[in-house]
């Protein structure tokens, strides 16, 4: 017999590890379950978005006979005079004025957001957490608690039913999000070409316009989308802000607005289709931008989560 092996200093023994068995399959069959449970519920979240989107677009297609049938039954003539008829009745004035405060309301936006969160990000001074958290409290802070201050305010501008006054507005409400969203964004880009810039002499204007505005692209990309669909789905806020205040005073109603007023002036005479088509006209604009952009908007969302 040998003698047993004893531990030294200079040669520990290594002794054998219990292993746990494996179960052959056990991983597979759970990535198995968790593939089709992810891709049931997608499946049944694309329906709960397509049908009602489905339902839409082929009523406006139908008759108000034909509407109050089969939800789901194909129209018998698929002509587009409803939607010229829609267009007539004042959805285009409803459209063009809700592009004009658009234009202007989102580039400001994220303009004045993009800097408010770059100096937040990249610069320390006191009070840089007080303002930031600020900033985060204004977007859970609910709209319609600041309705009334809100109208007797843009009143005392007398910028009531005014472009510029819902533009306003408009920025300032939709600053919280994006001073959020951009902060984290720019606290993700490399330090170093931040002090490159400053060493090779750019002032601090232009090296956020030059050098760090361009590298976030992408989040400038996303934020923007969900400021576009936001401002463009807004309701509350035109509602209290551009109602004329007199007879001489134009109508300067957004699209939200339009609707309403579309259904309201069809009284007993309805006429389903003309406003189903109104709708439609509404939410094309929205599912094309989101649509044409939807890598853009993914790349931003993961971009400051992977760097």
Do not use: C
Request: charged share 10%; net charge neutral.
């Amino acid at each position: 017999m040998s003698a047993p092996i004893k531990e030294t200093a200079d040669a520990p023994v290594r002794r054998p590890v219990a292993k746990t068995p494996v179960r052959p399959g056990d991983d597979r069959s759970e990535g198995v379950v968790l593939n089709v449970f992810s891709h049931g519920f997608l499946a049944l979240w694309a329906l709960l978005i397509i049908l009602p989107l489905l339902w839409l677009v082929l009523s406006s297609f139908k008759t108000d006979g034909q509407i109050g049938g089969s939800a789901f039954g194909w129209p018998q003539n698929w002509s587009l005079d409803v939607f010229g008829r829609a267009w007539d009745k004042g959805i285009g004035d409803y459209f063009l004025n809700t592009v004009i405060v658009l234009v202007f309301s989102v580039p400001l936006t994220m303009l004045f957001g993009s800097m408010a969160a770059y100096v937040l990000a990249r610069y320390e001074f006191l009070g840089n957490r007080f303002l930031y958290y600020f900033f985060v409290a204004g977007a859970m802070f609910p709209v319609f608690l600041a309705l009334v201050p809100l109208f007797f305010m843009v009143k005392r501008l007398d910028m009531l039913n005014t472009y510029q006054g819902l533009i306003l507005v408009y920025v300032a409400y939709s600053m919280p999000f994006t001073v959020f969203f951009m902060h984290a964004f720019f606290r993700t880009l490399p330090t170093a070409v931040f002090e490159a810039a400053i060493l090779d002499g750019a002032s601090h204007s232009r090296t956020f316009f030059q050098v760090m505005l361009p590298m976030a692209k992408p989040g400038l990309v996303s934020v923007g989308i969900f400021n576009t669909l936001g401002q463009w789905n807004q309701f509350i806020l035109p509602t209290v802000l551009m109602q004329p205040q007199s007879g001489d005073d134009p109508e300067r109603y957004v699209l939200t607005q339009g609707l309403i007023q579309l259904q309201q002036q069809q009284g007993y005479a309805s006429d389903l289709p003309v406003l189903f088509a109104g709708v439609t006209i509404a939410m094309i604009p929205m599912l094309v931008v989101y649509l044409s952009f939807q890598r853009q908007v993914q790349a931003g969302l993961t971009s400051a989560t992977l760097k």
